[in-house]
């Protein structure tokens, strides 16, 4: 495995406990939103940003996320775009960075031009969701590892303790535990069986840290992921607060620490 540093492995040895990482899609809600946001969460204290890229099929994701790829995507949002949005982002933002999204738009682009991009820019790592490992591990390992990126994979309620390891042994920055097996932005309470789950992922000892993602939407929920794992992600419920919303600055700050008060 290949050594790599960056804003978020450094994060991880200075804090392991109580992580927050929000989710939001570039341009949205308005196209030239994004730089605004990535500030307004920093402040806000957060400790990770995940930019999602928009696409016209996610998948993976509920209705919220779907809305907001959709609205980014009738504003004008290209990956291009993207990138020459962020170009001068280390200039205002010094958290952690990730660009998470859906393999095609960057196959289209190009992986190697486009983790040579971003790695210029400062952006940390990659959550790509329908990467499968074995391609990552043959084509693209030494190039994330060459410019630093971390590839952050995911782990459902499906996933066998064999590839958890397996995982942890490929992962550097942390591992994604998807809450359930569905779609993002189930706003229900963490269930006892979400709970067993977690304690079980715990007990293996991973060596990554573990941050829970889908459904994690307020305070009692983040504060309950936090039992378990080392922190939580927030994308539909923070999108849904900044959807519509006239003040951005202050929409996220009481989001945000509401969250971590």
Do not use: W
């Amino acid at each position: 495995m290949l050594a790599v540093e960056n804003r978020l492995t450094r994060l991880f040895q200075k804090k392991n406990t109580r992580i927050l990482s929000i989710y939001f899609t570039a341009g949205f809600p308005n196209l030239q939103d994004t730089s605004v946001i990535l500030q307004a969460i920093e402040r806000a204290g957060a400790d990770i940003i995940e930019l999602g890229i928009p696409y016209s099929d996610p998948i993976a994701d509920g209705p919220t996320i779907q809305m907001s790829n959709q609205i980014a995507l009738n504003n004008g949002m290209t990956l291009r775009l993207l990138l020459e949005q962020i170009a001068d982002l280390r200039q205002y933002c010094q958290l952690p960075v990730l660009l998470m999204g859906y393999i095609n738009p960057v196959m289209q682009f190009g992986m190697e031009k486009f983790c040579e991009e971003i790695s210029k820019i400062g952006v940390d790592g990659l959550i790509l969701p329908d990467l499968p490992m074995y391609e990552f591990q043959r084509d693209y390992q030494e190039l994330f590892a060459k410019h630093q990126l971390s590839n952050i994979f995911l782990v459902t309620p499906e996933t066998s303790q064999e590839r958890i390891r397996i995982i942890d042994e490929q992962s550097q920055g942390f591992i994604y535990i998807v809450s359930a097996s569905s779609t993002t932005g189930q706003t229900g309470e963490i269930s006892l069986h979400q709970e067993t789950y977690f304690r079980r992922i715990s007990s293996m000892q991973l060596k990554n840290p573990c941050l829970v993602g889908f459904g994690i939407h307020d305070r009692e929920s983040f504060q309950k992921a936090c039992r378990y794992m080392h922190g939580a992600i927030i994308g539909s419920a923070f999108i849904k607060n900044i959807h519509q919303s006239d003040q951005l600055e202050n929409s996220i700050q009481q989001f945000i620490g509401k969250i971590i008060s």
